[in-house]
C-alpha cells in the first residue's frame, strides 16, 4: 500500500511539474486566449441578454434632441422607443416601480428637467446620436457597451502583453469579473464607454507616449466629466513623484478650460443639487428646485455612501486587496516602476477625493480606475519569481 501511495504522489507530483512546465512556457498565449474568451462571452450576453435602466430614457432623449424641440416630443421618443424594445413587464417596472418614475413618464416637462445630468456626459450623447444615423437609437446604446467591452478586453491583453505579464491573466481575469465588467456590458450607461479612453490613455501613459496620453485621456473626460478629479490628482502625483507628463498637464488644462462651458451648455443644475438628488431625494422635477446647502445633510450622504459601499458593492473591496497586494510587494522586494507607482499612489488618493467630494458607492462608476489600478499590479507582479530546489517546480517562475 505505500509503495502505491508512493508511486502515486510521483506520478501526481510529475504530472503537476508537466503542466507546470506547459503553463510556463506558452503562457502568454494561453492569457491572452483566456482573457479574450471571457472577453467575448461577455460581449455575446451583453447582445442577448442587455439590461435596461431607467436612465436610458434620459440618454435617448439627450441624443435625439435639437434646438426648439418640445418637451412632448423628446418624451414620446424616448418612452416610444424603449417600450417597443422591451417586454411589458420590463416597461411597466421603468415607468411605475416608484413615485419618481411614474412622475416622469406622465409629466413631459418634469422629464425633461433631468436631462441635464445626461447632456454633460458629451461625447458619449454625441456617439449615440451620430451611429443612431445607421442603427436605432436604443440599439445604439446597446452596441456602445458591447464594443467598449471587446475594447477594454484588448486593452487589457495589449498591457500585460507590454509587462510581459500575460501569465498572470487569471488575477486579471478575477479582477473584471470582481469589477462588474459583465454587468456594464450589459446595461446603456457610459461608464464601460469612458474606460475605454481612460484604459487607452493609461496605457500610453505607462509608456510615454505623451501625445496620445493626453488626447485619450482628455476623450475620457468628454465622456464623463467627473474623470477631471483623476486626471488633476495624477497630475500632481507625477510631478511630486519626479515623473512629470506633459500629455497628464495637457488634459487637465484642457478639461479644465472646458469642464464650465461643457456643464453650462448641458443646463446642468450643479453639484449641491445633484448631490441632494442621489443621496436625499429623487424630486419629480428640478424647476425651481434650490435646496439649501447643509453640512449635516453632506456629512449624512458621505456615510450611507460609504456604508453602502461596504455592504452592497464590491469596489471598495477591490481596492484594498489590491493595496495590501502592493504593500507586499514592496515587502517582498517586487518593485513597480516608477510610472506603476505613480498610478497607484494616484489612483487611491483619486478614489478618496472623488468619494469625499461625491460620494457614490456603485461599483460601475469606480471600474476605469479598478481596471487600471489591477492593471498595474498585474503588471508589476510579473517580476515575481520563486522556486522550489529539487522539485518538479524547479526553476519555475511567473515571468
Not at 411614474?102 to 447632456?119: I, N, S, W
Not at 436604443?138 to 486593452?155: E, N, Q
Not at 503588471?379 to 522556486?387: I, V
Request: hydrophobic fraction near 55%; aromatic fraction near 14%; proline fraction near 4%.
Amino acid at each position: 500500500m505505500n509503495t502505491l501511495i508512493a508511486r502515486t504522489d510521483r506520478l501526481l507530483l510529475a504530472s503537476g511539474g508537466r503542466a507546470a512546465r506547459i503553463w510556463s512556457s506558452q503562457s502568454a498565449l494561453f492569457g491572452a486566449i483566456l482573457i479574450a474568451t471571457f472577453t467575448l462571452v461577455v460581449a455575446a450576453v451583453g447582445i442577448v441578454y442587455p439590461k435596461t435602466n431607467w436612465d436610458i430614457f434620459a440618454y435617448l432623449a439627450s441624443a435625439y434632441e435639437t434646438p426648439g424641440m418640445s418637451a412632448q416630443l423628446l418624451h414620446d421618443h424616448a418612452y416610444g422607443t424603449v417600450r417597443d424594445a422591451i417586454a411589458p413587464g420590463e416597461f411597466t417596472v421603468l415607468t411605475e416601480d416608484r413615485d419618481y418614475r411614474v412622475r416622469q413618464y406622465a409629466d413631459p416637462d418634469a422629464f425633461v428637467t433631468m436631462l441635464g445630468f445626461y447632456k454633460v456626459k458629451w461625447l458619449y450623447i454625441e456617439t449615440i446620436r451620430v451611429m443612431s444615423g445607421f442603427v436605432d437609437s436604443l440599439t445604439t446604446i446597446r452596441l456602445i457597451s458591447v464594443l467598449s467591452a471587446l475594447a477594454v478586453g484588448a486593452i487589457s491583453i495589449v498591457w500585460l502583453w507590454s509587462r510581459q505579464a500575460l501569465q498572470l491573466a487569471p488575477l486579471a481575469l478575477a479582477a473584471l469579473m470582481l469589477s462588474g465588467f459583465g454587468e456594464l456590458a450589459r446595461l446603456g450607461t457610459p461608464d464601460l464607454y469612458s474606460a475605454v479612453f481612460f484604459a487607452g490613455g493609461m496605457l500610453a501613459f505607462l509608456h510615454r507616449r505623451e501625445a496620445l496620453t493626453g488626447f485619450l485621456l482628455f476623450l475620457a473626460f468628454l465622456v464623463r466629466p467627473d474623470h477631471l478629479a483623476y486626471i488633476g490628482v495624477l497630475m500632481v502625483v507625477a510631478v511630486y513623484m519626479r515623473s512629470i507628463s506633459w500629455g497628464v498637464v495637457a488634459a487637465f488644462a484642457g478639461a479644465a478650460a472646458v469642464y464650465v462651458p461643457i456643464t453650462h451648455a448641458a443646463g446642468h443644475p450643479g453639484w449641491w443639487v445633484q448631490m441632494w438628488f442621489t443621496h436625499v431625494e429623487y424630486v419629480g422635477t428640478l424647476e425651481n428646485f434650490h435646496p439649501p446647502f447643509s453640512v449635516a445633510v453632506y456629512l449624512q450622504s458621505v456615510i450611507r455612501a460609504l456604508v453602502r459601499s461596504l455592504v452592497e458593492n464590491e469596489w471598495l473591496g477591490v481596492l484594498i486587496v489590491g493595496t495590501a497586494i502592493w504593500w507586499q510587494m514592496i515587502q517582498h522586494n517586487v518593485e513597480a516602476t516608477r510610472r506603476e507607482s505613480v498610478i497607484l499612489v494616484a489612483t487611491l488618493l483619486a478614489v478618496a477625493a472623488k468619494f469625499a467630494v461625491f460620494p457614490l458607492f456603485d461599483t460601475r462608476f469606480h471600474f476605469a480606475y479598478l481596471l487600471v489600478f489591477c492593471l498595474t499590479l498585474v503588471g508589476a507582479l510579473g517580476q515575481l519569481r520563486f522556486r522550489i530546489p529539487n522539485g518538479p517546480f524547479s526553476d519555475f517562475s511567473l515571468r
